[in-house]
Nanobody
Framework: QVPLVESGGGLVQAGGSLRLSCVAS????????VGWFRQAPGKEREFVAA????????YYGDSAKGRFTISRDNAKNTVYLQMNSLRSEDTAVYYC???????????????????WGQGTQVTVSS
């Protein structure tokens, strides 16, 4: 088990910014891709962004491109999601997830990720 803890969510006005953090307690955190997903009420879980083990490769969903930036600090076992120009449609619970040693499938799909955090609520008021 690799506990992941998200933080940084909250209530923000449209156009504002938030930075989410995902802290892992596992010692192998720096070896794996970590992703951010979100789920709004009544909707399916949606890929937001992911970053490979070194931080050299980043992936973004269509909703995140140009507004969100993913980064990581392996020395702190932390992945960040900087969210700018927030919109009401960004309102959701945001989850971070880490792949495991035997993960397979697309980086954009939730099935690839073995470990998940409990989520942090982001609410954007219009």
């Amino acid at each position: 088990q690799v506990p992941l803890v998200e933080s940084g969510g909250g209530l923000v006005q449209a156009g504002g910014s938030l930075r989410l953090s995902c802290v892992a307690s596992g010692r192998t955190f720096g070896r794996y891709t970590v992703g951010w997903f979100r789920q709004a009420p009544g909707k399916e879980r949606e890929f937001v962004a992911a970053i490979n083990w070194s931080g050299g490769i980043k992936y973004y969903g269509d909703s995140a491109k140009g507004r969100f930036t993913i980064s990581r600090d392996n020395a702190k076992n932390t992945v960040y999601l900087q969210m700018n120009s927030l919109r009401s449609e960004d309102t959701a619970v945001y989850y971070c997830a880490q792949e495991g040693p035997y993960s397979s499938g697309s980086t954009y799909e939730s099935g690839r990720y073995m470990y998940w955090g409990q989520g942090t609520q982001v609410t954007v008021s219009s």
